[in-house]
C-alpha cells in the first residue's frame, strides 16, 4: 500500500486469507481479506451485528477470538461496511493490500491510518 513490500499484520493472532501473517489475496480468496485492520471494541461489536463475530473463539478452526488492539486481514466489504456506520477500525497501510483499493477509496483508509509515513505524500495514487 504505501510502495513497498506488503508488511505483515500479525502473527499473534496469525491472519490473512492463507493464515500467513499477511493480507495476501488472490482469485480464491472472495471477501478480499486485504485491510490490516485494529480491532477496536466498537468494529468488534459493528461486525457481531452484520453476522461476522470476531471476538467469539473457534477453536476448531484455530481461531481464537479477537480482542480490541488485535491487528487482523478484515474483508474490504465488511470494513466498508463499518466505515460508512462510522466504526471502522483504524488501518495499518504499510500491512494493507493495495488490491483493497478496488473496493475501498484511498481517501477513507488514510483517514484511519495509524501509520503515516515520514514522507505522507508517499501516499498519493
Partial sequence: ?????????STDPLTGFFRDGCCNTGPEDLGSHTICA????????????IGNDLSTPMPQYGFPGLRPGDRWCVTAMNWARAYNDGVAAPVVLASTNEAVLKIVPLD???KLAVDVPD??????A
Avoid at 1 to 9: A, D, K, R, S, W
Avoid at 39 to 46: G, K, N
Avoid at 119 to 124: I, N
Fill in 108 to 110: 477513507a483508509l488514510r
Fill in 1 to 9: 500500500m504505501l510502495g513497498g513490500e506488503l508488511e505483515p499484520c
Fill in 38 to 49: 485494529v480491532a477496536t471494541s466498537e468494529f468488534l461489536a459493528h461486525q457481531r451485528s
Fill in 119 to 124: 514522507d505522507p505524500g508517499s501516499l498519493e
